[in-house]
């Protein structure tokens, strides 16, 4: 068997832990479908906030080793993706090293610089420019955003096989002539790690009221004001059996505070910060009355998925490729407007009927690993 690389901006070392400096949702696709994967040996090349780990080899689990191979200090002030590029350059010299020959990449700015001659899948995580909202405003600068297209048609031309994981990434790899080689899979979730758990959470302890769920970046590209709104109607309506809880952390949760604030409904809102252990998010998924979407972009949200694996309902805006691949109108609702009072009169709906949401297992991690096992050993081109 060969020998694999999976390329992430993930900060595997820290993969449970609050000091993570992990982006983006490639993270729960890989720990999903990592135990699934067939290879000699499995290197995860990532990020690193310890100076003397980077490039180093760091034993993770039986044949799967951690080299991370992009610093990225603590207190930086240049965003993740610019310190990928730079320090990317040198990855052709770290798969010889390691004698790669296969790469399944969830990063663009790593990828980018990888020379032809390897199997590589390129999983695109969303259609959208990835920093069309980036947090650094210079970042979003026409010419930047440019460039970071071509480094995605880079990827697209390179790559031996493309998954899209919505519609508008598959129609964006075919206007870059890679369309025979794209495959439309939506990501995936381990049914032996999210399923309904009753154990209760931690972070939940004595909190008897339904819960509306938030789980992600706490960025302004979630355009959490409508999930505030929505749960604020909902306290209206129903008083005193809500609570808004937000789990994640980022930038934007002090703007998401003082909306809140000023609302004056504090009360009902609970900011749990970061959960990475996949035990304990499990647990809240479990408990959560429903997941929201509020975002203005997204692709197919690995949140979405690993809550309907715990029987979870979710409501979303149309964003992505929710409406067309995830939403049944049973399990997941999407609504084209966003209205708080449709989102708080849908979530009641949904309530009526929340004891007989079956668990999804349409997005099993376990069904993807054969396709992608038959592609990263060459028996798929």
């Not at 129903?238 to 009360?267: H, N």
Request: net charge positive; proline share 4%.
């Amino acid at each position: 068997m060969r020998n694999l690389a999976i390329l992430a901006l993930d900060d595997f070392e820290h993969w449970s832990s609050i000091e993570s400096l992990s982006m983006g949702g490639a993270t729960g696709v890989i720990k999903s479908i990592l135990p699934y994967l067939k290879a000699e040996k499995i290197y995860l090349l990532g990020i690193t906030s310890v100076r003397k780990n980077l490039y180093a080899e760091i034993p993770f689990h039986d044949n799967i080793i951690i080299v991370p191979v992009i610093h990225v200090p603590v207190s930086t002030v240049i965003p993740v993706r610019i310190l990928a590029i730079y320090y990317s350059r040198k990855i052709n010299s770290i798969l010889k090293k390691y004698n790669i020959g296969a790469v399944y990449s969830h990063a663009e700015e790593i990828s980018f610089w990888i020379k032809p001659g390897l199997t590589i899948l390129y999983h695109m995580h969303g259609g959208a420019n990835a920093i069309v909202k980036a947090k650094n405003k210079y970042l979003r600068l026409k010419l930047i955003q440019r460039l970071w297209e071509y480094v995605r048609s880079v990827n697209l031309k390179n790559a031996t096989r493309v998954i899209a994981i919505d519609s508008f990434c598959y129609e964006i790899a075919k206007s870059n002539g890679a369309g025979e080689k794209t495959m439309l899979i939506p990501n995936f979730v381990d049914p032996g790690i999210f399923y309904k758990d009753i154990t209760p959470s931690q972070l939940l302890i004595g909190l008897t009221d339904n819960i509306l769920l938030f789980v992600g970046r706490i960025e302004e590209v979630k355009g959490l004001e409508l999930f505030c709104d929505t749960l604020i109607e909902l306290g209206k309506r129903e008083s005193g059996k809500w609570t808004g809880v937000l789990v994640g952390r980022g930038t934007y949760q002090p703007v998401v505070e003082k909306y809140i604030r000023e609302k004056g409904e504090e009360k009902i809102f609970l900011f749990a910060g970061p959960v990475f252990r996949q035990d304990e998010l499990r647990k809240i998924y479990s408990r959560a009355s429903i997941l929201m979407i509020s975002s203005h972009f997204e692709g197919i949200p690995m949140v979405i998925l690993e809550a309907l694996a715990c029987q979870t309902p979710v409501m979303a805006t149309d964003v992505g490729g929710i409406k067309d691949l995830v939403s049944d109108n049973r399990t997941c609702f999407v609504l084209g407007n966003r209205d708080p009072l449709a989102f708080a009169t849908l979530a009641q709906d949904i309530m009526k009927k929340r004891n007989d949401i079956p668990a999804d297992a349409r997005f099993s991690s376990l069904t993807a690993s054969v396709l992608i096992n038959d592609i990263l050993s060459g028996k798929v081109i």
